[in-house]
Each structure stands twice: as structure tokens, then as C-alpha cells.
T-cell receptor
């Protein structure tokens, strides 16, 4: 039981490049979330999903897209990376109404 | 809308001393409350949670938090800290209602606990 895993762990992009972050969970959770963590700002919700095939916007969705084609996977895409998207990205999953389980994070730098 | 306030961004404390990390929340509905801990270069781990029942909740490593509805607080305490408790601690609140929107968490900005010898 691996819990929540994230791929990749680190990535450096140039401005304008695109990439996809993969989150996978093996706990059969319905709900999945993408957050970004920036110094002094805590975690902010980017997008979330309440089930396979569904997605919804969180607090800071601009510049990101997501897909949940399979229950166990939640993908976060950056179509045209900007330096403001330099951050640590965390994925989480949850069996409502209980706590969320977090992945180890992806550290993204956009130059 | 909900919000969480962690008034202290950093708390230095000597080993074996007691510590309190403060958390206040604002919400117009009933909430679930959580404390998460983040060790350097790692993800967040659940430390303890309040869902219902006893307002005093405890973790396996000696932390406790008390839900105070009248003061809208959920302060985290430990009577004697260890050097290994050095980490960042996040308070979070989740809407109690079954809105179909998932139990979205609203996080505080975090408190860095630094335990010194």
C-alpha cells in the first residue's frame, strides 16, 4: 500500500514550456486534490475532484488544468509555465468526510 | 467562507519545555478541525483531528488539541517537546456539511516550531 505518490519529485521548466504532474493513490478514495505551497502562504487549493470524470476549481485555478480519467489518478497540467508557478505542489486524496492523505510533493522551478 | 489564523509564524522553544501553537478559525457552519505536521522536504502528515465527541483529542506522540467552540480555537499543545518535534505545523478546517463539494480543507499559514537544546 503506497498511499499517495507523485511524479516527478523535481522539475525545472523554462517559461512557456508545458508539463503534467501525476498523482496516484491506491486507497480507493473518491476525492482528490491539488495544492500549491508557497512560503508564508500555507497550502492553497488549485483544483479538486469528487470522483472519476469530475473536476472543479479551487482557490487558485488560473494557469492550471486537471483531469481525472481514472479513479486512482489525478493529473495536473501547466500549458504555458510562468515564473509565478514556481512552487511545491502537493496532491492529496480523501474518503469524505475524513482527513486528507498527502503525497510527498513535487518541487517545480520555472525560469 | 472559512478562514484559519495561526498567529505565530515561528515558535522557538527549548527541549523538554512545554509548547502551545495557536489556531483560530472562522466559519458560519460546523467544522472538522485538523493539525498537520510537515518535516523538512516532506509532505504533510496528519497529527490529530477533531470530528465530533470529546473536545480534547490526542496524538500518539504526545500532542493534544482542544476544540473550543465559543472561542473558535483549536490550539495544539505538548507538555514536553523533543528535538525531533522540530517541524512546521498547519492547522486546517473543513466544512461539516455534505455539500457534494468534497471536504475541502482551508489551511492556516503554518507555524514553524524550532526545538533547541
Amino acid at each position: 500500500n503506497a498511499g499517495v505518490t507523485q511524479t516527478p519529485k523535481f522539475r525545472v521548466l523554462k517559461t512557456g514550456q508545458s508539463m503534467t504532474l501525476l498523482c496516484a493513490q491506491d486507497m480507493n478514495h473518491e476525492y482528490m486534490y491539488w495544492y500549491r505551497q508557497d512560503p508564508g502562504m500555507g497550502l492553497r487549493l488549485i483544483h479538486y475532484s469528487v470522483g472519476e470524470g469530475t473536476t472543479a476549481k479551487g482557490e487558485v485555478p488560473d494557469g492550471y488544468n486537471v483531469s481525472r480519467l481514472k479513479k486512482q489518478n489525478f493529473l495536473l497540467g501547466l500549458e504555458s509555465a510562468a515564473p509565478s508557478q514556481t512552487s511545491v505542489y502537493f496532491c492529496a486524496s480523501s474518503p469524505f468526510p475524513y482527513e486528507q492523505y498527502f503525497g510527498p510533493g513535487t518541487r517545480l522551478t520555472v525560469t | 467562507a472559512q478562514s484559519v489564523t495561526q498567529l505565530d509564524s515561528q515558535v522557538p522553544v527549548f527541549e523538554e519545555a512545554p509548547v502551545e501553537l495557536r489556531c483560530n478559525y472562522s466559519s458560519s457552519v460546523s467544522v472538522y478541525l485538523f493539525w498537520y505536521v510537515q518535516y523538512p522536504n516532506q509532505g504533510l502528515q496528519l497529527l490529530l483531528k477533531y470530528l465530533s465527541g470529546s473536545t480534547l483529542v490526542e496524538s500518539i506522540n504526545g500532542f493534544e488539541a482542544e476544540f473550543n467552540k465559543s472561542q473558535t480555537s483549536f490550539h495544539l499543545r505538548k507538555p514536553s517537546v523533543h528535538i525531533s518535534d522540530t517541524a512546521e505545523y498547519f492547522c486546517a478546517v473543513s466544512d461539516h456539511r455534505l455539500t457534494g463539494g468534497g471536504n475541502k480543507l482551508t489551511f492556516g499559514t503554518g507555524t514553524q516550531l524550532k526545538v533547541e537544546l
